[in-house]
């Protein structure tokens, strides 16, 4: 049916892939570039498929970018890299007539902040040119937003508060690790959170904020409030909610760790002179860690993310849960990645398949909660994501609250 261009070749990449594999009549050739030629090519090696093709490139240079759309020709871009690189791999995509794909809003190297102001000014230039973007579709973002339009769809009037819950109860045998790009990860992490409320954006100090919550198939973990940037699109899109959060786990271990560093200013993102050398803390801390895309070897035990929300069907109040849980060791088994790049992996590649079929496509550029959300979720499981559904039981964010 047609070509799409991968960027990036983390465990991400390696997970849409090991997808896209499996609908070669919609995916009938593939292009995964990178700044690291090496990594490419190793993912196609595991994949051995001949429609598959590996180039180099530098995803913050428009021109290179620009070269390398308009040799391969893809109906997609599938920004599977950094988001940092977001408005240099849009702006490509405008000056070829390409549509776009990504899975977390831009976030400047300057600033620790995840806001999708800067996409979204995107919207009438891609729709002038006739393409369309797509923002945020992994799973949060990108699968939460779906819930959350599916649950808008079938089971709500309205919708008044919403909680984003995601729990990683797996252990990868390390001593600190992070499950996705470290720099990323940490800045997320080390940043005031933010959660909306009656109109209002309210700052807290990072990690103030906690409840012991209780995930399916896993039990109770201590949950931290954060901002994640699907509150930003969700609030916009459902002008009902009175409150929306975002929780997410953290062992004691990490955050020790994590108080550590951050006391010995190795979190800073401004640069230092170290022996006549100019570096950023933070990279340096990003370069000894464990990469993310190796830990799936060892990883053991379940993730859990899911969208818990309470409002109004038919002038009666409403509670509703739909959540997915997935396998660290079946997802390295399927891919060989852990379950957190899996999850963002899977949904990527269903929201490609979306395009492709034209079921997604409109000029413009949207966050996922603005599709149709029912042929997503009956596509999600055929590629390895199962979801589950709740109506009107006592929500696990309510009972920690009254804890």
Known sequence: MGKVMIIGAGGVATATAHQLVKVPEVFEEVLIASRTKEKCDNIVKKINKGNFHTAQIDAMQVDELVSLIRD??????MNLALPYQNLAIMEACLKTGVSYLDTASYESPDNPHLYYIEQWSYFDKFKEAGITGILGCGFDPGVTGVFTAYA?????DEIHYLDIVDC???DHGKYFATNFNAEINIREISSPGIYYKEGKWIETKPLEIHRTIAYPEIGERESYLLFHEELES??????????ARFWMTFSERYLTVLEVLQGLGLTSIKPINYQGMEIV???FIKAILPDPAALGENYKGKVSIGVQ???IYQGKERSY???????????????GTQAVAYSTGVPAMVG??????????KPGVYNVEQFDPDPFLEAMPKYGIDWQEAIDIPLPIDKAEQQ
């Open 72 to 77: 391969f020709k893809p109906d997609m871009v």
């Open 152 to 156: 808008a769809k079938h089971y709500f």
């Open 168 to 170: 990683n109860a797996g």
């Open 234 to 243: 969700l609030v916009k899109h459902y002008p009902t909610i009175k409150q």
């Open 281 to 283: 803390p933070l990279q």
């Open 309 to 311: 929300l309470k409002g």
């Open 321 to 335: 849960y739909i959540w997915s849980n997935l396998d660290h060791e079946k997802a390295y088994k399927e891919t």
């Open 352 to 361: 490609a398949l979306m395009y492709m079929k034209d079921i997604w496509r």
